[in-house]
C-alpha cells in the first residue's frame, strides 16, 4: 500500500484549496479511506471519509465546508476545502477510515496545508 498525499499551500482565510491523495494497493470502490489532520500541538483526527458506496461522512469541525471524493479510475482520493481558517492549518494525510483494515498504510509525510489571517 502506498498512499501520497499532495496539493497543500498556503492560502488566505476564506479560501479554497483542493488536496490530492493518489492510492495504490487499495481498492477505493470497496474500501472506505478517509482525509486525516494534525494540526499543531494536537494529535491526529479524522476530518472525512468516503465508503465504497461513496457515502461520506465529516467531522462538526469542517462540515459544510469541506467536500471528500475519489476517483476510482485514477485511484485517487480528493478533498476540496472551502472557506478556510486559521484552525485548519495543519498537515493532512490519507489513510483507510479503518485502524485495523488490513490496507492500512504508513502515514508519510502528509500535505501541510497552512491558513493565514
Known amino acids: 500500500v502506498q498512499l501520497q498525499a499532495s496539493g497543500g499551500g498556503l492560502v488566505q482565510v476564506g479560501g479554497s484549496l483542493r488536496i490530492s491523495c493518489a492510492v495504490s494497493?487499495?481498492?477505493?470502490?470497496?474500501?472506505?479511506m478517509a482525509w486525516y489532520r494534525q494540526c499543531p500541538g494536537k494529535e491526529r483526527e479524522l476530518v472525512a471519509s468516503i465508503a465504497g458506496d461513496e457515502s461520506t461522512t465529516y467531522s462538526d469541525s469542517v462540515k459544510g465546508r469541506f467536500t471528500i471524493s475519489r476517483d476510482v479510475a485514477k485511484s485517487s482520493v480528493y478533498l476540496q476545502m472551502n472557506n478556510l481558517k486559521p484552525e485548519d492549518t495543519g498537515v493532512y494525510y490519507c489513510n483507510t477510515e479503518a485502524a485495523s483494515s488490513r490496507y492500512r498504510g504508513p502515514w508519510g509525510q502528509g500535505t501541510l496545508v497552512t491558513v493565514s489571517s
Open positions: 494497493g487499495i481498492i477505493l470502490s470497496v474500501n472506505e
